[in-house]
């Protein structure tokens, strides 16, 4: 369905420039951010749950992709009674080059196509597991988010994950919360068309709104 492509890594290392997030060196860098509230941990609860091998200090993502990934747990586990679990996270760009030696898969550590993890907006979420109704259901909540410009997802076949690129706080600093702008009703109409039992786009973009005040 969302197939990893070299246009998608270009579109999120453009608005990681465009946000003017830095791309995270090293673990020293990694602390700072986490002091400052600009990375916040993934806290597991009825509806997620963390891979026991990801190292604890890794478990952080930026607030509003906390946001985004806690929204799609609850309405997961809403559905299914299951819980949605999140593989990797923020990494370091010490920590992508490690990661380059073993897994020809990834992406590289700098440039223009450079992993969208190491600014934190990114999360991996284990396709490995669910039946095919339950790959279906998520894709079906991402597809009327990808349609209004909200995430980039993609569904990485060797690694068995969804890997979404959260989008919302460059798009709901540029819309009207309290009107009707057209990326709402092109959401609200995409949810409704897949059935996706989720809140609404204009109050999915005023939660996001809200929590990028606060960070």
């Known amino acids: 369905m969302f197939k990893p492509s070299h246009d998608s890594l270009?579109?999120?290392?453009?608005?990681?420039?465009?946000?003017?997030?830095?791309r995270i060196q090293d673990d020293a860098e990694l602390e700072q951010l986490k002091l400052d509230g600009k990375l916040v941990p993934i806290v597991p609860s009825e509806a997620l749950r963390v891979d026991p091998r990801l190292d604890p200090d890794r478990r952080y993502c930026r607030p509003w992709t906390l946001k985004f990934v806690q929204d799609l747990a609850d309405a997961y586990h809403q559905q299914f009674?299951?819980?949605?679990?999140v593989n990797s996270a923020v990494r370091t760009v010490v920590v992508q080059k490690k990661l380059r030696r073993h897994n020809?898969?990834?992406?590289?550590?700098?440039?223009?196509?450079?992993?969208?993890?190491?600014?934190?907006?990114?999360?991996?979420?284990?396709?490995?597991?669910?039946?095919?109704a339950e790959v279906k259901w998520v894709e079906n909540y991402l597809i009327p988010m990808k349609a209004a410009g909200l995430v980039?997802?993609?569904?990485?076949?060797?690694?068995?994950?969804?890997?979404?690129?959260?989008?919302?706080?460059?798009?709901a600093a540029s819309l009207q919360v309290d009107g009707e702008p057209r990326q709402m009703r092109r959401c609200n109409f995409a949810f409704r068309r897949c059935g996706v039992p989720v809140m609404s786009a204009k109050l999915f973009l005023h939660d996001t709104v809200r929590t990028a005040e606060f960070t």
């Open 10 to 22: 270009l579109k999120q290392n453009a608005e990681i420039d465009r946000l003017d997030l830095p």
């Open 152 to 171: 980039e997802p993609e569904e990485e076949r060797r690694q068995w994950v969804f890997h979404p690129f959260d989008f919302r706080l460059a798009h």
């Open 81 to 85: 009674g299951d819980q949605i679990q």
């Open 104 to 132: 020809r898969n990834a992406a590289p550590a700098e440039g223009e196509i450079a992993s969208s993890h190491l600014a934190g907006l990114t999360v991996d979420l284990q396709r490995r597991g669910m039946s095919k």
